[in-house]
C-alpha cells in the first residue's frame, strides 16, 4: 500500500483560504486514484473531492463544490486540495485518500485502500 502524508492545515479566520497537500510514497502515484474526506468531531467521516489517477475527472461533495478544488502533480507523488471562502462549518480533521483499484468519484471511503494520518483544519467565526 502506498504511504500517505497531509500537510497545509491550521487555524484561519471564516472567508480565507488553505491548501492542503497530500505527498505519496511506497507505490506508482500515478496508478492510484485520489480522495480527499474529512471529520468533525461527533461525525461521520464525508466526501469532500476526488481525482482520477489521470487527473482528467473530479468529484466533489455538495457542501465543497465551487469552493474547493482538487489537483494533483503526478511528477512529485502530490494531490492538493485548495479550499477557498471557509466557514466555520469546514472546521475538521481532513484526510487523504487512495485507491489503486476502485473508482473514485463516487466518494465512498470504503473504495479507499489507504489513508493519511489527517491534518487539521479550523476555521474561526
Known amino acids: 500500500q502506498v504511504q500517505l502524508v497531509e500537510s497545509g492545515g491550521g487555524l484561519v479566520q471564516a472567508g480565507a483560504s488553505l491548501r492542503l497537500s497530500c505527498v505519496a510514497s511506497?507505490?506508482?502515484?500515478?496508478?492510484?486514484?485520489m480522495g480527499w474526506f474529512r471529520q468533525a468531531p461527533g461525525k461521520e467521516r464525508e466526501f469532500v473531492a476526488a481525482?482520477?489517477?489521470?487527473?482528467?475527472?473530479?468529484s466533489y461533495g455538495d457542501s465543497v463544490k465551487g469552493r474547493f478544488t482538487i489537483s494533483r502533480d503526478n511528477s512529485k507523488n502530490t494531490v492538493y486540495l485548495q479550499l477557498n471562502s471557509l466557514k466555520p462549518e469546514d472546521t475538521a480533521v481532513y484526510y487523504c485518500?487512495?485507491?489503486?483499484?476502485?473508482?473514485?468519484?463516487?466518494?465512498?471511503?470504503?473504495?479507499?485502500?489507504?489513508w493519511g494520518q489527517g491534518t487539521q483544519v479550523t476555521v474561526s467565526s
Open positions: 511506497g507505490g506508482t502515484f500515478s496508478m492510484y486514484g
Open positions: 481525482i482520477t489517477w489521470s487527473g482528467d475527472r473530479l
Open positions: 485518500a487512495a485507491t489503486e483499484l476502485k473508482p473514485v468519484l463516487a466518494g465512498d471511503p470504503a473504495d479507499f485502500e489507504s
